[in-house]
C-alpha cells in the first residue's frame, strides 16, 4: 500500500474516531463515502468495512461515556433489542442490492439527517 494512501486511511480513521466520540455516531457517514473515494473497494464492502471499524469505536466509546455515567441504560437496553434484529435484516439485504441504488439510497438517507438535525 503505498505511503500516500496509508496516511489518509489513518487520517480518515481518526476523524471517524473523533466524531464517533464527539457526536456518538457518524462512523459510517464518514468511513463508507471516505473508503469508496479513497480506494478501490465497492459500495458493499465499503458498508461491510465500516460496520467492522465501528464495532471497536464503540466499544471505547461506551467505556468512557460509562465511566462518566452518560448511558441511560433502560432506554438503551431496550434499544439495543431492536437494533440486533435489524442488524441482522440489514447485514443480509446488504449484499441483494445493488451498489448503484445502495450509494444513492445511503446518500439520501444522509441527507434526510441531516436536514432532520438542522430544522
Given at each position: 500500500m503505498k505511503k500516500n494512501i496509508l496516511f489518509r486511511l489513518i487520517l480518515l480513521g481518526f476523524f471517524a474516531g473523533l466524531v464517533n466520540g464527539?457526536?456518538?455516531s457518524g462512523g459510517g457517514t464518514i468511513l463508507v463515502p471516505g473508503m469508496f473515494f479513497l480506494t478501490d473497494?465497492?459500495?458493499h464492502k465499503s458498508h461491510a468495512t465500516a460496520i467492522s471499524i465501528i464495532l471497536p469505536l464503540t466499544?471505547?466509546?461506551?467505556?468512557?461515556?460509562?465511566q462518566n455515567g452518560?448511558?441511560?441504560w433502560p432506554i438503551a437496553i431496550k434499544i439495543i433489542c431492536g437494533s440486533v434484529i435489524g442488524a441482522y435484516i440489514g447485514a443480509k439485504l446488504l449484499n441483494h442490492i445493488?451498489?448503484?441504488?445502495?450509494?444513492?439510497s445511503f446518500a439520501l438517507f444522509m441527507l434526510i439527517a441531516a436536514i432532520r438535525m438542522v430544522f
Open positions: 464527539l457526536f456518538g473497494m465497492g459500495q466499544i471505547l466509546s461506551t467505556y468512557i461515556y460509562m452518560d448511558i441511560n445493488p451498489g448503484k441504488i445502495l450509494r444513492k
